[in-house]
Structures are given as structure tokens and as C-alpha cells.
């Protein structure tokens, strides 16, 4: 379905008037952070970071032409936030000010929308390729789902020929990712100078990524226009809007059903970026390690933080987990607690590990006093196992190629990673048998990095599911990337996939000891003749993939030598 829209099309925006907009933007992002993230320890140093950016934000709009904020509102902008707490918690204040807001953005951005042209599917490419795009990263993605787009974006650059250059919060993270792309600074103001010193605009392409609608803007004139293509992505949305040369605002939604992947979701955005003509297809993930020998000290990398409330568990109930892995896989193990960022992370952390040391021994337990991004992921890199709540060291891990035992919540299924050695269990607050399946699953883990001992009948089969699920995995991102699905290849493998998934029970229960109790049934994989749109079999197969992928059966088989 398309749809236009016209109305009178204003001049382009001054300099000051671009700046100004683009520092109110960050300001109402950072208020949408304190309104909507749940105070709680794991939150409590992006809370005490978006309230220092208010602070700095409201000083430097002060000093500028108020063509969007009169002094007025700024001042009773600043006297709410500086009142909060005393009068009412920041939160409250944050939304209060976040709907006045809203308004004093939309009336400057209404510049009478260009004529727009809304598309709802893949209905906007093919778009040119671009040389250069210029990253936006805004204040509300958290430091896992920026690395997730990272990767999308930095594996997509890679391939399609274009410069990538950024301004981020993070530089470190995508430092993990590229030695190629380009900082140039901080947000929100960074890029701002090469938007307009750009030698060819029509090839230079600018995107301002975030996870949460940080911009109450429908027209998508907070950029210079000089820019050959200005796009706005909302992760948590699933969205992409593109604001083209020829000032055709094409919108576009992730195809229902791809979602239930967050990895998948940010392939597909990332080739709508960045379309290509001349493509090379991603290569496949190798997920083996090198097999330790039996005498060797497994290294678990423990992390108590994340900003998810429910799953900040004391360090008594990690303890508790990793006896239990204790009496399956033996003792010889080192507990590496990472610490915070903060005086008070470090003082959570440093309790955690106390109460490790006190439960498994002091000479089992290292408190790591690691303080940026690239000390925790070479900690990570160098573990047998991560385990820890649902938080950015479990996409460091994938990353790596490390496995990982993750105590995730049901709502945030999309953010695990299919065809890894990795375990995923739902938080239970049945904490003893949560506790029991956790230590299974890592005792399990353990067991297969200190042996080379064959597992019988089932190496075979573990060998043939890695092959064929990371086969079809690579399949899906090439056709949310290209639209294009290899039948012949679906035929071949498809078949292989069912056999193993049919005998999935048996397969967990004689694996290995350690494997009792695991989860087995999973479903038939979808038909390609029960499907006549290719799309619809292809999100059939995303939702199949992704539940047998991140299955007990699936970790298991991962594991077989």
C-alpha cells in the first residue's frame, strides 16, 4: 500500500537552527531514557549519565539562539529536572517534561512535510549504493543491541565498499568490530561538520540509530538536507524511515514474524541502509574451539550486573549454581567475577564475589577490576564459559565464540543467538530448580572443553547439525539481505535438520550425565510446497530456526566432537 502526502516544501534550516535541533533531540532522548528505564542498581549509571547530559544539554542551548526552546522554557526545563527528587521522582518529571517537549519539536520540524511516498514492505529499493553513511547513535540503546547493530552495520560496510564514520557514546565497542570505521566523536554534534564539508552528497548517506523513538519529529528535518540520503532507524520499532534525494520519505517495518531474531531483524535493516549492487555473500560463522586437555582450570567468566531488575541475583545464587556444575564436572574451575564501571558496581561485584569465595573457596575466585569495554570483552575472549543474566556480555560471548550459560526473561527471546554453543534459560522464581538447570548446562559445557573423548553415535549427528543449521542460518541472512532463498540447498539440508530434531530426547538424555532433564521436543521444520510466498515460508523458517536453534538440543549438539 503506498500512500502521499503534499504540502509546501520550506527552505532548508540554518546552521544554528540544526544545531539547536539536533541538541534538543538529544535532550528529549536522554529525558526518554529517565522516564522509561525502572530505577534499579543495574540501571543506575545510565540514569546518572542521561541526568549529567540534561544538565550539560540545557547549559549549551542557553548559549545558543532559541529558535526552538525560548529562554523561558528552557528555564522552567531546568527548574523541574533541578527540583526532581525533592518534589517528585525523576522519573515523573521526565514524562511531564517529555510531552511539552514533544510539542516545541514538532512546531519547529514543521517545515510543511516534503511530499512523502509511505512504503510498508521492501517497496522503496532499489535504492543507489552509497560511498560513505554517517552513524548517529542515539541516547536510549543500551551497550548490547549498539553491538548487535554494530555488527550488522560494520559486516554490511565491510562487504557492500562504504566508509563508515560515527559519533558514539561507545567508541570502544565499535573499536571491537572495525579498525576501519571512523570516530568522530560524541553526539550530537560530531558529524555535523561533515554533513556539510561532504564532497559528494548524493553518495553520502546519514543515519540517526536508536532503540527507543528518541525523536518526536515526523518530518525528518533535523539533518542538513545536504546529505544524498538521511534515515532514521528505531531498533526497538523495527523500523527504518528513509528521507531520499529526491525528498520521498519511504517508511518502512520489518516484516511481521522476523522480529522473533534481533540479529536477523538488524541484517535486514542494515542491507536497506546500505543496498548494493556488487555483494559478497557473509562468510559462515566458525563455532568450533580448540578442545583443552583434561588437566586444564576452567575459566568461567561471572557477570552479576544487568539492567534488568529480576535478574540481579546475589552472588549466593550463582554460587549455588556453579557447586552444582562442581559435582558434575569436577572441581578444578576459576570464578572470574567482572567488576563495574562505578564505585557502587564495583562495591555490588565485589560483595558477589565475597559470597563466591565464602561458598566455593577463596582461591577459586578472582574479582576482575576490568574498567572498559575492550578489558571485559579480552576477559571474555579468554573464559571456557560466560555466565551471567541476559546483558552485553552475552553478545560479547557470541562474538567471540565463547559459550555461555544466560538467565534471560521470556520477553526478550528475540536477543538470543541460534546455531552457538551457548544455553538460554527463562528466569524462574523456582529459584532451586533454575539453580539445577543452570548447573547442568554449564557442568556440561566444562565437560566438553576439558575432554576429547568421542561421543559415540551422537558425533555424527553433531557434526551434521552444526553443518546444515549454520548452512540455513547463512541462507536467511543472505534472503533478508537480497531476497533471494537457495531451494536446491533448503531440499538438501531441511531433511538432515528433522531427522536429528525428531530424536532430540534421546539425544539429550544419553549425551552425557550432566544432560539429564534437558528439553527436547521441537518441531518439524516448515514445507516449502505448504508456503506459495516465498516471504512467508522465509519468516516460517526464521521462527523455526530460531526456536530449535537456541534449544537445549541445538547447545548440545554444538558440543559433540
Known amino acids: 500500500m503506498i500512500e502521499e502526502v503534499r504540502s509546501q516544501v520550506h527552505a532548508a534550516p540554518s546552521d544554528d537552527l540544526v544545531r539547536e535541533r539536533l541538541l534538543t533531540r538529544e535532550l528529549y532522548g536522554h529525558l526518554v531514557v529517565l522516564a522509561t528505564r525502572p530505577l534499579s542498581s543495574g540501571n543506575r549509571v545510565t540514569q546518572e549519565g542521561s541526568r549529567r547530559s540534561v544538565d550539560e544539554i540545557l547549559a549549551q542551548l542557553e548559549r545558543h539562539a532559541q529558535q526552538v526552546l525560548s529562554m523561558r522554557s528552557l528555564g522552567v526545563l531546568r527548574e523541574m529536572v533541578a527540583t526532581s527528587g525533592a518534589t517528585a521522582p525523576i522519573r515523573v518529571t521526565a514524562g ?67 566508509e563508515l564514520e560515527l559519533e558514539t557514546r561507545r567508541p570502544a565497542l565499535w573499536s571491537l568490530r572495525s579498525t576501519t570505521a571512523k570516530i568522530a566523536g560524541r553526539p550530537p554534534l560530531a558529524l555535523l561538520k561533515r554533513l556539510r564539508a561532504t564532497d559528494d552528497s548524493s553518495q553520502t548517506g546519514y543515519v540517526f540509530a536508536d532503540f527507543l523513538n528518541s525523536d518526536p519529529c515526523e518530518n525528518m528535518t533535523f539533518v542538513p538536507v545536504t546529505a544524498g540520503r538521511v534515515m532514521r532507524w528505531v531498533m526497538g520499532d523495527s523500523s527504518l524511515q528513509i528521507l531520499t534525494g529526491e525528498r520521498t520519505l519511504h517508511s518502512l ?14 541484517e535486514w535493516v542494515a542491507a536497506r541502509v546500505l543496498p548494493a549492487t556488487d555483494y559478497a555473500p557473509p562468510k559462515a560463522r566458525e563455532t568450533r574451539r580448540p578442545v583443552r586437555s583434561r588437566e586444564h582450570e576452567s575459566v568461567i567468566l561471572l557477570q552479576v550486573l544487568t539492567s534488568k531488575p529480576a535478574l540481579m541475583l546475589p552472588g549466593k545464587w550463582w554460587a549455588a549454581c556453579i557447586q552444582r ?40 575466585v578472582r574479582h576482575l577490576e576490568v574498567r572498559s569495554l575492550a578489558g571485559v570483552a579480552q576477559a571474555v575472549a579468554e573464559a571456557d564459559v560466560v555466565l551471567g543474566p541476559d546483558t552485553f556480555t552475552a553478545h560479547l560471548a557470541h562474538s567471540a565464540n565463547v559459550p555461555q550459560v544466560t538467565i534471560g526473561l521470556r520477553e526478550h527471546d528475540g536477543w538470543r543467538r541460534p546455531a552457538t554453543r551457548s544455553f538460554y534459560l527463562d528466569f524462574d522464581h523456582d529459584t532451586t530448580s533454575l539453580t539445577a538447570a543452570a548447573g547442568a548446562r554449564l557442568a556440561l559445557i566444562l565437560h566438553a572443553t576439558r575432554t576429547q573423548e568421542k561421543r559415540g553415535e551422537f558425533a555424527d549427528q553433531g557434526r551434521a547439525w552444526r553443518r546444515n543449521l549454520s548452512r540455513l542460518h547463512q541462507d536467511l541472512i543472505r534472503f533478508v539481505q537480497e531476497s533471494e532463498l537457495d531451494d536446491a540447498n533448503l531440499r538438501e539440508i531441511l531433511p538432515s535438520l528433522d531427522r536429528i530434531a525428531a530424536n532430540g530426547c534421546d539425544i539429550l538424555a544419553r549425551t552425557l550425565t550432566s544432560a539429564r532433564g534437558l528439553g527436547g521436543s521441537l518441531p518439524r521444520s516448515p514445507r516449502r510446497e505448504d ?24 547447545a548440545v549438539l554444538f558440543h559433540q566432537e
Open 253 to 266: 517495518r520489518v516484516p511481521n514474524g522476523m522480529p522473533g531474531a534481533k540479529a536477523m531483524e538488524c
Open 96 to 162: 511531564a517534561v517529555l510531552r511539552a517537549l514533544s510539542l516545541e519539536l514538532r512546531r519547529s520540524c514543521d517545515n510543511g512535510s516534503i511530499a512523502r511516498t509511505l512504503h510498508h514492505s521492501d517497496e522503496s529499493r532499489p535504492l543507489q549504493p552509497l560511498k560513505r553513511l554517517l552513524v548517529s547513535i542515539g541516547p536510549t540503546i543500551g551497550v548490547g543491541d549498539e553491538l548487535i547493530m554494530a555488527n550488522a552495520l560494520v559486516d554490511r560496510a565491510a562487504r557492500c565498499g562504504v
Open 325 to 364: 556444575a562442581r559435582q558434575l564436572a569436577g572441581p578444578r574451575m576459576r570464578i572470574d567475577v567482572v567488576s563495574g564501571a562505578t564505585t557502587q558496581e564495583r562495591e555490588l561485584t565485589a560483595q558477589a564475589a565475597a559470597e563466591l569465595a565464602d561458598a566455593l573457596g577463596s582461591d577459586s
Open 531 to 554: 508456503y506459495p510466498v516465498e516471504l512467508d515460508f522465509a519468516i516460517a523458517l526464521q521462527s523455526w530456526l530460531h526456536e530449535v536453534g537456541t534449544s537445549d538440543l541445538s
